[in-house]
């Protein structure tokens, strides 16, 4: 029994690490705004931007699912988790995940992610100040999830996702998988952590934006100068990232730990960079986090990331909270929100 568990796990960390292989030709250089669905790259969880986004290892809250869906097999009890961010250049962000784990089967997962621009003005060469239209960016996506231990030291998840963008009259979707590995060396001890990330086919904007009349020969007078035709757009692939990281758990007794974790990240739209980030835990009610995101990355804006958290409830019903702080240079910085409820 034990060497058949032992070969279904190796087979699922295998097929894992070869369907991320297989998505390294398109990692061949770096090509900044070459991808689709860039939405589905801002990292949600209040803990973990603090520390600087290195959760590829993290375990024991819903929303590290969302960096590495395997942390769902180490999911303790049942979350609610809510997310609003105000992101750069007034964007609104939000996002919500609830996870479930029910025993003897694993856990299960759903979420729901939502960004909104806010009205912009309509501006052309023409009409510079505006045309008095407004538009707006919306982007929705939604998700479920599985994670599983398959021995006491392995667990393993995964995660499909449906996301559609919009921007005025014109939309795009696509379905994105996430796949993801947990390893931890010894009881207590590290966990390695490995993930593929919104690999997908590629997909594109469509819709009645690209409505317009064509003149076949400007030159010419008298013909139909208004013919109904259709522009087409190209398609682009997702922002396709594979990440590997570790985490180090440091109990120096009942109410004072501390967890070191650091990622590397490999996208397709970028170069690789680092993820660097530290927790310390007081009295399991008061957590103090830091961190420095995409370490090494070209054109870097910022990179320091600082946050706390709160628990506190009664009995197996907590409450968190949890608050991020994420420098991003001349772009200013970003703030993240966390509200959580466990039973």
């Keep these: 029994m034990r060497l058949y568990r032992t070969q279904r796990y190796s087979i699922l960390i295998t097929a894992i690490a070869l369907l991320a292989v297989a998505s390294f030709p398109l990692f061949g250089q770096s090509k900044v705004g070459t991808t689709i669905g860039q939405f589905l790259k801002i990292e949600p969880g209040g803990r973990n931007a ?21 942390s769902l097999g180490r999911l303790p009890n049942k979350q609610v988790q809510f997310t609003h961010s105000e992101w750069l250049a007034d964007i609104n962000y939000n996002y919500l995940i609830v996870g479930l784990p029910i025993s003897k089967l694993g856990s ?32 929705f996506a939604l998700g479920v999830g599985y994670g599983l231990m398959m021995t006491n030291r392995v667990s393993v998840g995964a995660q499909v996702n449906y ?11 696509g379905f994105a998988l996430n796949l993801g590995v947990q390893y931890q060396f010894y009881e207590n001890g590290p966990i ?28 010419k007078y008298g013909d139909n100068d208004q013919i109904p035709a259709e522009l087409r757009a190209g398609d682009f692939p997702l922002p396709t990232s594979f990440r590997v990281g570790v985490a180090y758990p440091l109990q120096f007794n009942e109410n004072n730990a501390i967890i070191l974790a650091v990622d590397a990240l490999h996208p397709n739209d970028n170069s690789e960079s680092l993820r660097l980030g530290a927790e310390w835990q007081l009295l399991k009610t008061l957590y103090l986090r830091g961190g420095y ?18 628990v506190f409830g009664v009995s197996d019903y907590k409450f968190a909270l949890d608050y991020a702080w994420a420098d991003y240079g001349r772009l200013e910085n970003a703030q993240r929100f966390t509200l959580g409820f466990r039973f």
């Excluded at 959760?55 to 960096?67: D, K, N």
């Excluded at 390695?192 to 409505?211: C, E, I, K, M, V």
């Design 50 to 70: 603090a520390m600087g986004n290195a959760s590829a290892s993290l375990w024991g809250e819903a929303i590290s699912a969302f960096y590495n869906p395997a």
């Design 293 to 310: 995101r995409d370490l090494l990355l070209e054109d870097l804006e910022g990179g320091l990331t600082l946050g706390a958290g709160l």
């Design 108 to 139: 299960f997962m759903v979420h729901a992610i939502s960004l909104n621009s806010g009205e912009i003005d309509v501006r052309t060469v023409e009409q510079p100040l505006g045309t008095g239209e407004r538009y707006s960016v919306t982007n």
């Design 163 to 173: 996301f559609r963008e919009t921007i005025w009259h014109s939309s795009a979707d």
């Design 192 to 219: 390695l952590g490995a993930s593929l990330q919104n690999f997908g086919p590629r997909t594109g904007f469509n819709g009645r934006d690209f409505y317009v009349d064509y003149d076949f020969d400007p030159d």
